[in-house]
T-cell receptor, first 115, second 113 residues
Framework: ETGVTQSPTHLIKTRGQQVTLRCSSQSGHNTVSWYQQALGQGPQFIFQYYREEENGRGNFPPRFSGLQFPNYSSELNVNALELDDSALYLC??????????????FGPGTRLTVL | GENVEQHPSTLSVQEGDSAVIKCTYSDSASNYFPWYKQELGKGPQLIIDIRSNVGEKKDQRIAVTLNKTAKHFSLHITETQPEDSAVYFCAAKKNTGFQKLVFGTGTRLLVSP
């Protein structure tokens, strides 16, 4: 069974640029959630995707957007990057619904640095 | 909104000692409480979780207790080993299809040989 994978592992961008981060969910998991973890802090919920639709969002502006694909993989897009967007971006998958549980399993994360 | 407080922020113990990390949550609608271990440069790893219909759960050297009345839950690690050294996060989630975990601020555990 393959766990949650994310790409790339590291990324450096400049202010104002756009970035796309990718996540492949664990086999059999249909729900993907994205979190932002600033240095020295706990992860903060960005949004959740289920059945290719966003069905829950945290306190993040619209320039944070996402997609989920039929194979349950997902993308996180961030437009107009700001210095404060520098963080570890984590993807978590869970087998929600159809008798599944809400336990979330995290990937290794993508470290984004905005200069 | 939900708030989760976690203490202590750092914890140093000798190998073989026990370690206890405590969390308090604010939203009485929360019913799922996982604990994650995060090593340097890695994503959080689920180590144990508990649901609100259970007061205690144990898995080998790790146990979690939940007091719903006081809105407290705690992680207990016995016979600590140097490889237990990491940052530990508690989290809470409401009983909805919405998967939002609210995390504590983390505890850095250092186990000295």
């Amino acid at each position: 069974e393959t766990g949650v994978t994310q790409s790339p592992t590291h990324l450096i961008k400049t202010r104002g640029q756009q970035v796309t981060l990718r996540c492949s969910s664990q086999s059999g998991h249909n729900t993907v959630s994205w979190y932002q973890q600033a240095l020295g802090q706990g992860p903060q919920f960005i949004f959740q995707y289920y059945r290719e639709e966003e069905n829950g969002r945290g306190n993040f502006p619209p320039r944070f957007s996402g997609l989920q694909f039929p194979n349950y993989s997902s993308e996180l897009n961030v437009n107009a990057l700001e210095l404060d967007d520098s963080a570890l971006y984590l993807c978590a998958s869970s087998p929600l619904g159809a008798g599944g549980t809400d336990t979330q399993y995290f990937g290794p994360g993508t470290r984004l640095t905005v200069l | 909104g939900e708030n989760v407080e976690q203490h202590p922020s750092t914890l140093s113990v000798q190998e073989g000692d026990s370690a206890v990390i405590k969390c308090t949550y604010s939203d009485s609608a929360s019913n799922y409480f996982p604990w994650y271990k995060q090593e340097l440069g890695k994503g959080p790893q689920l180590i144990i979780d508990i649901r609100s219909n259970v007061g205690e759960k144990k898995d080998q050297r790790i146990a979690v207790t939940l007091n719903k009345t006081a809105k407290h839950f705690s992680l207990h690690i016995t016979e600590t080993q140097p490889e237990d050294s990491a940052v530990y996060f508690c989290a809470a989630k409401k009983n909805t299809g919405f998967q939002k975990l609210v995390f504590g601020t983390g505890t850095r555990l250092l186990v000295s040989p």
